[in-house]
């Protein structure tokens, strides 16, 4: 029996995901969607736009130094030279047991480092790169003690620091800058503006193959 021959609504309606309306419609809305979703997640969890991330000073690894900190929140980075070529370069990996201690210069308290996930952003500059690695709230400003670790080194027994200047070829460091940069201070509103950009940036780059579909 010869089976009968398929409509041409049948074929529509079966080959829906292969039109162009598809692709520049619910496929293309919904990926925005998604990639707005993952932004401003990422913008909250980090707490804004990265910006001078050793405004404060760096810190070998590892090392000490007495370094100057504003009162308020602060970033702590993590630095190092970058292998690879092109858009293959990378941060070299983090000492093993790679741990900051942070306490007053004048004694006191010691200062709660809390993580923040490195893979969130890493930027690289002429052999360099940096990625997140904690947060601080320094309660008053003032002189603070910063003790870099790994699992080769000691926390009572570190080399002093001596100050010159990040280089390819510094090996890895820690360093301290400012908070991120948010839209009137607020960590949600930033989220939710960026996620919102992202969107109708994507909705702006679809307009065109809308229009000549």
Known sequence: MTPAPTTSAQHSRGAWYATASFWTGPFTIGTAVLVAIGIGVAWYILGGLPRDHDKYGTVPVPGQRVLKLPKGDARVNFENDTTGSGDTRSLEHRPNGL???????????QITVKRVPSWLFSSITNGRGHEPYGKIEIPTAGGYQIRVTDDDAHALDLPEATPPAPATGSGP??????????PLHSVLLGAILAGLAVFLTVLLLRLPFSLIG
């Open 173 to 182: 460091q820690i360093t301290i800058g400012q908070r991120p940069w948010t």
């Open 99 to 109: 741990t900051v201690l942070i306490t007053p210069d004048d004694g006191g308290k």
